[in-house]
Each structure stands twice: as C-alpha cells, then as structure tokens.
C-alpha cells in the first residue's frame, strides 16, 4: 500500500513553454502533498505545500506564479511549471502520506526529470 | 531553527563491514523522524519513523535508534545492494513540513 505516481517521469521542453507534472495517490486519499526540487547530489528542497481545496502555502523563496499547484481532488495534485527556463531544470518529487494533514509517514513519487532547453 | 545534518556525507564499505551513519537534528518540539533510502533517479524510500528517545526500528539489515538529539542507522553485515543515499527527516508539532539532511552517500563494495 501508500503508492504515490507521479507523470511524466522525465520531460524535455523549450524555453518559454510551461509543464505541467502530475502527482497521484494511488491507494489512499491525501488531503495534503508535498512538492519537492532536488538537484544533483544535494538533499529535497521543500517548494510547496499542497492543500486539497485550497491554495498551496509556498517556502520561501518559491515563486508562486511560476510554480502553480493545484490540488482538485483527494488523490491528485500538478505542479505546472510557467514559461520555464533552463535554471528551472531540475529533479521534481512529490509525496504524500495516508495521515491527517500530511502527518505521519510520506511517500514519494518516482520523481520528475524536467530538461528546459 | 529546525535543522538536520548529516554525516558522513559519503561513507564506503567493504561487503560485510558494519557500520552507522549520523543524524543530528535540532527541532522545536519532534513529532517523529523518518529515514528513507534513495536510488540514483528515484524518489526516496521508506524506511523508518521513530517518535520518541529511546525507540528502536529494525529492518532487515538495518536498524534506526533514537536520542533526544540524534538518530543513528545501523547496518550490519552491508550488501552491495544496500549501496544508497540514505536521507533523515524531522517533522515538528508546529507544522507537517518534512525537513531534510543532505543525505549519506552510502557505497558498499564486493
């Protein structure tokens, strides 16, 4: 149990066009998901937090225009990256756990290769 | 500030060879600390939660401990295919964000 998709795995797209990458939980409802970036070598950095019928809480430093989340359902969350740019090409990873309020253990997605040309 | 560091940042071991990776955490009230093993390319996985000083979790070659300051894997008798990123996370009662630490490159050789 507790899977966690994620769509595409990897993506390659021209600068100025923006991506949208899918976050599913596969056999449990989640009210809350995390959105992750990784870089190469260096530890998650927490970007968002996504809440189900409400607006994602952003860390510092996260642009919430550029980054837009969505959280329609009890099981899916995006993550739309606008007009990206090289310097956005990175390791996206999303999680989510069967707790209360994301509480408790997380799982992640697969991870998300974004390549912005 | 909650914070998490880890050490080594890289540790190699020869089959067989134990040995414990580090997490030291400063966290304004724990709620729990979670250890999870990333492959190159992958998100991480799941291995542990530990609540309170004192606990102990056991998984197959590995197991996690728990200070009121600490956490330490364990791992006995390593197999190449334990060769991972091994990440500690802290979540606080304040909040349900997942703090990370850099991660133990963890190598271990035939």
């Known amino acids: 149990g507790a899977v966690v998709s994620q769509h595409p795995s990897r993506v390659i797209c021209k600068s100025g066009t923006s991506v949208k990458i899918e976050c599913r939980s596969l056999d449990f409802q989640a009210t809350t998901m995390f959105w992750y970036r990784q870089f190469p070598k260096k530890s998650l950095m927490l970007m968002a937090t996504s809440n189900e019928g409400s607006k994602a809480t952003y860390e510092q430093g996260v642009e919430k225009d550029k980054f837009l989340i969505n959280h329609a359902s009890l099981t899916l969350s995006t993550l739309t990256v606008t007009s990206a740019h090289p310097e956005d090409s990175s390791f996206y990873i999303c999680?989510?756990?069967?707790?209360?309020?994301?509480?408790?253990?997380?799982?992640f997605g697969p991870g998300t290769r974004l390549t912005v040309l | 500030e909650d914070q998490v560091t880890q050490s080594p940042e890289a540790l190699r071991l020869q089959e067989g060879e134990s040995s414990s990776l580090n997490c030291s955490y400063t966290v304004s009230g724990l709620r729990g600390l979670f250890w999870y093993r990333q492959d190159p390319g992958k998100g991480p996985e799941f291995l542990f939660t530990l609540y309170s000083a004192g606990e102990e979790k056991e998984k197959e070659r590995l197991k996690a401990t728990l200070t009121k300051k600490e956490s330490f894997l364990h791992i006995t008798a390593p197999k190449p295919e334990d060769s991972a990123t091994y990440l500690c996370?802290?979540?606080?009662?304040?909040?349900?964000?997942?703090?990370f630490g850099t991660g133990t490159s963890l190598t271990v050789i035939p």
């Open positions: 996370a802290v979540q606080a009662f304040t909040g349900n964000q997942f703090y």
């Open positions: 999680s989510a756990g069967p707790g209360l309020a994301g509480l408790d253990e997380q799982f």
